[in-house]
C-alpha cells in the first residue's frame, strides 16, 4: 500500500473538469517535497504530464494543471477529451522509506 | 529519435536470475540518472532501483534490497538490472525511465521524463 493515496476512478462527460487528488502526509508531501504525475494510456508506457507541482513539459497541453498545497496535490484536467481516458499517477519523494521515489495507488480517468 | 529499449525478459523459475538491459538513444546518456519502474500485471507503478550519472550512487526499493543490482555502462548508453533470487512477487513489466537531473538521488528532483516501453519478467514454476 503506497503513502501517496488517489482516488481508484474518476469520470466526467466530454468538456467537463475533473480532478485526482494525491493525498500525503508530513513525511512526503508537507514536507515540501515536489510532485509529479503521470499519464498511462492503455497499453503503453508512462508519460510525464506534470513535474514540479505544476509545470508541463512541452508538448503537454495547457489543459492539464497541478498544484500542491499542505500534505495533498491536485491534477486538474479541462474540457476532458475521449484522449484523456487513461491511469494517472502522482509520485514524489518520502523521508519515511529508503527508497528515491514513491508512487501513488494510481486513478482510472474515464471519459462518459 | 530519443528512446529507451528494455530487452531481456522473460520467464524465470522462483530462486532464478534474469538481467534486463536498457538501450538509450538520440540523447547524451551521461546527462541524466537513470532508474527501473515496474508494473505488476493489473496494478499501479513501483519504484525499484535507481542511479546517477556516473554509477556513484545507487538505490532500491525495501522490496529488491539486496537481490536486485542495478548498473550503467555510459561507453554502450546502457543501463542494467541484475535480479536475483527472483520470487513470483517479482513477475511485473519492468520499464527503465530516465531522470533529468544527473546528481539527483531521490528528493524533489527525482523524477521521471522519458519512459521506454518495459519488457516483461514472469515468476513462475
Known amino acids: 500500500q503506497s503513502v501517496l493515496t488517489q482516488p481508484p476512478s474518476v469520470s466526467g462527460a466530454p468538456g467537463q473538469r475533473v480532478t485526482i487528488s494525491c493525498t500525503g502526509s508530513?513525511?512526503?508531501?508537507?514536507?515540501?517535497?515536489?510532485v509529479h504525475w503521470y499519464q498511462q494510456l492503455p497499453g503503453t508506457a508512462p508519460k510525464l504530464l506534470i513535474y514540479?507541482?505544476?509545470n508541463r513539459p512541452s508538448g503537454v497541453p495547457d489543459r492539464f494543471s497541478g498544484s500542491k498545497s499542505g500534505t495533498s496535490a491536485s491534477l486538474a484536467i479541462t474540457g476532458l477529451q475521449a484522449e484523456d481516458e487513461a491511469d494517472y499517477y502522482c509520485q514524489s519523494y518520502d523521508s519515511s522509506l529508503s527508497g528515491w521515489g514513491v508512487f501513488g495507488t494510481g486513478t482510472k480517468v474515464t471519459v462518459l | 529519435e530519443v528512446q529507451l529499449v528494455e530487452s531481456g525478459g522473460g520467464v524465470v523459475r522462483p530462486g532464478g536470475s534474469l538481467r534486463l538491459s536498457c538501450a538509450a538513444s538520440?540523447?547524451?546518456?551521461?546527462?541524466?540518472?537513470m532508474s527501473w519502474v515496474r508494473q505488476a500485471p493489473g496494478k499501479g507503478l513501483e519504484w525499484v532501483s535507481g542511479i546517477n550519472w556516473n554509477g556513484g550512487s545507487t538505490g532500491y526499493a525495501d522490496s529488491v534490497k539486496g537481490r536486485f543490482t542495478i548498473s550503467r555502462d555510459n561507453a554502450k548508453n546502457s543501463l542494467y538490472l541484475q535480479m536475483n533470487s527472483l520470487r513470483a512477487e517479482d513477475t511485473a513489466l519492468y520499464h527503465c525511465?530516465?531522470?533529468?537531473?544527473?546528481?539527483?538521488?531521490?528528493?524533489?528532483?527525482?523524477?521521471?521524463?522519458?519512459w521506454g516501453r518495459g519488457t516483461l519478467v514472469t515468476v513462475s514454476s
Open positions: 514540479g507541482n505544476s
Open positions: 538520440g540523447f547524451t546518456f551521461d546527462d541524466y540518472g
Open positions: 508530513s513525511s512526503n508531501i508537507g514536507a515540501g517535497y515536489d
Open positions: 525511465a530516465r531522470v533529468p537531473d544527473p546528481l539527483a538521488v531521490a528528493g524533489s528532483e527525482w523524477y521521471f521524463d522519458l
